[in-house]
């Protein structure tokens, strides 16, 4: 469903026992179409991306809390790339992308990494320089994948600023959101008793935002918005989803003006 074919490769096999005791947990606990929802929510953006590198010479991707997604092996072709986390995030990654490249499993591409705390503001500083040249002279794609319900809302505002700063016109800021009714849902609450004790995340604020608050950011006009249903109707063909058995997510994409 998502395309990423890459996709298992992240998990060791070692690890693959604990993982999919996790899976069986939050399918219980939570609700059981994670699946669905997280593979349409990496085709929605992979589908996005695609269109984009083939329309432009020399584009360049920014992602976001990267995590272990797969995109710049997906392309059909290498571009520059700026994959955005968390030090010990990317510290696996690269241990694992190099594994993967001299087994033959992945494509070779070159992507260069920068680690930090979005929430440290010495250190968005040096994001914001490296955001500055790998975006020099290029067309840019900023991917935040999972991340902006996660985000302070004066960061998240700042986070655009410093993107609209950099970024040329006709260029694309894309990431998923939930609403704020979804706070109303069971299956929030159930997440985020499952986050606290299951994982043990001391509890927190989610950044709940809704479509006017995207269509409003400066610099910017929404050139698509779209949602996990409708995502699951085009793609699939079918109708599984409901809004109040999931977390229901909203996709968008911005062009920069």
């Not at 939050?26 to 695609?50: E, G, T």
């Not at 002279?137 to 900023?142: E, V």
């Not at 986070?159 to 040329?168: A, D, G, K, P, T």
């Not at 990431?175 to 159930?190: I, N, S, T």
Request: hydrophobic share 40%.
């Amino acid at each position: 469903m998502s395309l990423d074919r890459y996709a298992e490769q992240w998990v060791l096999p070692e690890q693959r026992e604990q993982i999919a005791k996790l899976w069986d947990d939050f399918s219980a606990q939570v609700y059981p179409f994670d699946d669905v929802v997280l593979s349409m929510r990496n085709r929605f953006f992979l589908d996005r991306l695609q269109a984009f590198v083939n329309i432009h010479a020399e584009p360049a991707l920014v992602n976001l809390g990267a995590g272990f997604t797969s995109y710049p092996f997906l392309l059909d072709r290498s571009i520059h790339v700026l994959e955005v986390d968390l030090p010990h995030v990317t510290a696996y990654k690269k241990l694992r992308i190099n594994s993967l490249k001299e087994a033959g499993v992945l494509p070779d591409r070159t992507i260069e990494f920068c680690d930090v705390n979005l929430t440290d503001p010495d250190e968005l500083v040096r994001f914001e320089r490296a955001l500055r040249a790998t975006l020099e002279g290029r067309p840019s794609f900023i991917l935040m994948e999972g991340l902006t319900y996660y985000l302070d809302p004066t960061l998240l505002n700042k986070l655009f600023e410093v993107f609209s700063r950099y970024q040329s016109v006709g260029s694309i800021v894309a990431f998923d959101y939930w609403k704020p009714e979804l706070a109303e849902q069971l299956v929030f609450v159930r997440l985020r008793q499952f986050f606290e004790e299951q994982l043990g995340h001391a509890p927190c604020h989610y950044n709940l935002f809704d479509e006017p608050y995207v269509r409003t950011r400066p610099g910017y006009e929404a050139a698509e918005l779209s949602d996990v249903i409708q995502q699951e109707a085009g793609v699939l063909g079918t109708t599984t989803l409901r809004p109040e058995e999931i977390l229901f997510e909203h996709y968008a994409i911005l062009m920069r003006i």
